[in-house]
């Protein structure tokens, strides 16, 4: 009787545990990072051209984006680009690197819906949240449209701590610099890829922090949507 009942329990623990995640139809993350695509260092669209036709982008159509796609426009926000010095694709106040990169996924193929963050050591996501968090991001960012039709959003974010406790008063200054460097990167990224982004400035401080679970002295700078024209 009693190994019966042990073996009904662990039944339905197994089982409660595999409802829930076919539920959220996704595979489970939590314990493991997931390695993205290598960046290609090479592309058809000429610098040039990117230059010329940058533009913000506000509509994006309904079609997802690929984890390739994904990978390289992280890549090219803050990705390592020489890893004997782990020095990255933008520039940093003295290498200090106050920028943490985050996605808010709501489309993509081979990536489920959820918050993730970057980690360059090793170009690797980690998921934060699960799910389409699409409806309360949109409200967080005064209900600017592209965030609610774009099937992903990369959100920069800073510590200030790591670039004052070497430059003091001027951190800030650097640190806002560094953050255009990075969304440069990534618009005329998006450009080659035949895809869009609108740089985003606006918002709720506070209710963007919470959502995306940001650390005590870690800030919001930026929101980018970026999807297919
Ligand atoms: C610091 C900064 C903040 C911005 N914030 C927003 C914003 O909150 N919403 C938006 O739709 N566009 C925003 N933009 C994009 C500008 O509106 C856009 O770059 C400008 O209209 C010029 O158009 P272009 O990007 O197509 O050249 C911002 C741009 C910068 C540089």
Request: one cysteine or more; a neutral charge.
């Amino acid at each position: 009787m009693r190994r019966l009942l042990i073996t009904l329990l662990f039944s339905f623990v197994v089982l409660t545990i595999s409802c829930d995640a076919a539920h959220d139809g996704e595979i489970d993350m939590s314990n493991s990072n997931l390695a993205l695509p290598p960046p290609i260092l090479s592309g058809e669209t000429a610098l040039e051209q990117a230059l010329n036709k940058r533009r913000s982008v506000r509509q994006f159509s309904n079609q997802p984006l690929n984890l390739q796609e994904i990978g390289q426009l992280l890549w090219a926000t803050q990705g390592i680009s020489d890893h004997d010095r782990g020095f990255r694709t933008a520039p940093s106040a003295g290498a200090t690197y106050p920028l943490e990169v985050l996605i808010v996924v709501a489309d993509a193929k081979e990536l489920a819906p959820g918050l993730y963050r970057y980690h360059p050591q090793g170009h690797e996501l980690r998921i934060m949240k699960k799910g389409d968090l699409r409806s309360t991001f949109f409200r967080a960012a005064l209900n600017q449209s592209p965030i609610e039709s774009a099937p992903a959003t990369i959100v920069i974010t800073a510590v200030h701590e790591r670039t004052e406790t070497r430059y003091g008063g001027r951190a800030e200054r650097y640190v806002a610099m560094e953050a255009g460097h990075a969304a440069q990167n990534l618009s005329l990224q998006a450009v080659a890829l035949g895809l869009g982004t609108v740089v985003i400035g606006a918002f709720d401080d506070a209710r963007i922090a919470e959502l995306l679970a940001l650390h005590s002295g870690e800030s919001p700078l930026y929101l980018i949507p970026m999807g297919r024209p």
